[in-house]
């Protein structure tokens, strides 16, 4: 086995295990919900849009997506396939605009990649929840706590990775291996 090829079993072996963290945190945090008036508040936007900003957009689908289905399978499975399509398309967009667009400006980049995320998340949802449930009044219903959720994922995401600088130590303890 050569070098090279060692190398890049290793960074297969960060790659899986940083992504199942990922997805082990977002079915933890889809289990349970912040109670808010009238609604719940799941924290489960901060892992997406935090692990959307780190790794590729392939890893940030099976945190997003793939988590997120298999959060609502254990725990909810009404709108699960809507987790799976809006949480996988919200990750894959926040991880190609945090990774392939304006590379000299990162933070600006993901911000505008988990804005972009942000209204998948919330179109997304009430859409699916318009479908699921066959009345748009229901999804009207929930629609600031969607807002309320893609908002919180959005920021904290953007906190933990930039200010507390959670990109910095990924690129240099784990995307560098």
Known sequence: ???????????????????????????????????????????????????????DPLAAFMVGGVG????????????????????????VVISVFAHHVMKKRPVLSSGIGVAIGAVIMVVGYSLGRAFIYSTPEYAILKLPYQILQAVVGAVVGMILCWKCRLVELYQKKVASR
Do not use: E
């Not at 072996?13 to 008036?37: D, E, G, K, Q, R």
């Not at 909810?76 to 919200?90: E, I």
């Open 1 to 55: 086995m050569s070098n090279t090829s060692g190398s890049k079993s290793r960074r297969t072996v960060y790659w899986l295990c940083i992504t199942a963290l990922f997805m082990a945190l977002n079915i933890a945090m889809s289990s349970f919900s912040i109670p808010v008036p009238g609604g719940h508040l799941y924290m489960n936007d901060i892992v997406i849009c935090t692990a959307a900003i780190l790794l």
């Open 68 to 91: 997120a289905f298999l959060g609502d399978l254990f725990f909810y499975p009404t709108p699960m396939f809507v987790s799976l399509v809006t949480h996988g398309l919200q990750a």
